[in-house]
């Protein structure tokens, strides 16, 4: 039934992984034992010292509107960060706090995509990027990619696709679903692309920290002029304070700033003063020891799943997910992933929800569960295999 309702709202896709998120839950409600492999959120609770933060907040009564653009402590704290963390110079107004990553890509959407506008964005690739383009009466043109450019957008990919209504390019490094990384070499070529065809690059780098065996850049240390999203959700381990940032030059922060006061009023106040502990040397060492188990985890399931033959030609660099290649059990995923819920209790997610570069042939394993749990998972899965 159409009540009025916009066009812009019946074509906003559902975000497939919480209709599974939902039935996964119902299942465990009803006593099953289900390993949680769906979700983008780390397992581990908020670290200490942040809720001792937050604690204090609390008692001091820090419960009413803040700016709009955060407080001033956390800018000026997330400024330094970019100093200790990549060696980059950056000023606190150059820094704005936001209701997660994705007021952040709200807001830089609202900046950057006119309507009728594009951006291209990697296919596979975050599924609400093209959502938040949508509801802009803007458009995300789809890139496909693969292992030949490490799941990324190149520059000759960029130059290949661009069009007289493009507006810019977003990358996400590291991404998600396939944890490719981009070197900081080709962000330099990226934006340099990106530049000189009078577009704008936005780089999400929610999942910075979570890179094993290496350090990513920031592409701030190539490109000053590029919008850079982060979060407090993935590394920091903060998803449910729905807390994160967005940096870019100071004019564009201000215009920012000001359809965040429209928008938002202001960013959770607790989550804020929380998340200055965040950045305390022992407060980043649990995120580094957590760091740690992610990458041995992430050893255990690629392992365990290229011997069951699912395809990972790559080693996912970061995040938390590996997107494999399950064609050699199913030509529908979507179906595949319902059943391996139902009948054996493995919840993960369909490729249906990053984009039409042959979803129905890959699945999404978050290995944001123990080790064990990884191992369970991997023993039912290899019985479901050997039943046929
Ligand atoms: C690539 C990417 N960007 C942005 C977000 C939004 O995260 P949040 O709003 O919790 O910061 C996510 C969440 O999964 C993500 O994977």
């Given at each position: 039934m159409n009540r009025g309702w916009t066009e812009r709202a019946r074509e906003?896709?559902?975000?497939?992984?919480?209709?599974?998120?939902?039935?996964?839950?119902?299942?465990?409600?009803?006593?099953?034992?289900?390993?949680?492999?769906?979700?983008?959120?780390p397992d581990f609770p908020t670290a200490e010292p942040i809720l001792a933060a937050a604690q204090k907040a609390l008692a001091a009564g820090q419960t009413r509107y803040t700016p709009a653009g955060g407080i001033p402590q956390l800018r000026e704290a997330i400024a330094a960060f970019y100093q200790q963390r990549y060696g980059v110079s950056i000023t606190p107004q150059q820094v704005l706090v936001t209701a997660g990553a994705s007021g952040a890509l709200l807001l830089a959407f609202a900046l950057l995509a006119a309507p009728g506008s594009r951006f291209l964005l990697a296919d596979p690739g975050y599924p609400c990027n093209r959502q938040f383009l949508r509801l802009l009466e803007a458009r995300g043109q789809l890139v496909p990619v693969g292992p030949e450019t490490n799941y990324q957008l190149t520059p000759e990919l960029i130059e290949q696709h661009w069009q007289a209504d493009t507006a810019g390019v977003l990358l996400a490094s590291p991404s998600n679903p396939t944890g490719s990384v981009v070197p900081v070499g080709q962000l330099a070529d990226i934006a340099a692309t990106v530049d000189r065809l009078g577009g704008a690059l936005i780089v999400d780098e929610i999942y910075h920290g979570l890179t094993y065996g290496f350090d990513a850049e920031t592409v701030l240390s190539v490109a000053p002029n590029a919008v850079v999203l982060n979060s407090f959700s993935k590394y920091f381990g903060m998803t449910g304070w729905r807390l994160g940032w967005l940096v870019a030059e100071e004019a564009a922060v201000a215009e920012m700033e000001k359809m965040a006061q429209n928008l938002f009023i202001s960013p959770a106040t607790l989550s804020q003063y929380a998340a200055l502990a965040a950045f305390e040397p022992q407060t980043l060492q649990i995120f580094e020891q957590r760091r740690a188990a992610f990458a041995e985890r992430r050893d255990r399931l690629v392992s365990g799943l290229r011997e069951l033959g699912f395809g990972i030609p790559l080693m996912p660099e970061g995040a938390f997910y590996v997107y494999a290649d399950a064609s050699h059990l199913t030509d529908d995923s979507y179906a595949y992933c319902w059943s391996l819920l139902e009948e054996d209790h493995v919840a993960v997610t369909p490729g249906a929800d990053f984009g039409c570069n042959h979803p129905e042939r890959y699945i999404r394993f978050s290995y944001t569960t123990g080790l064990d749990r990884i191992e369970l998972a991997l023993a039912r899965l290899k019985q479901r295999i050997s039943r046929g």
């Open positions: 906003i896709d559902s975000f497939k992984v919480m209709d599974l998120l939902k039935r996964a839950a119902e299942l465990d409600a009803a006593g099953h034992d289900v390993v949680h492999m769906e979700a983008g959120e």
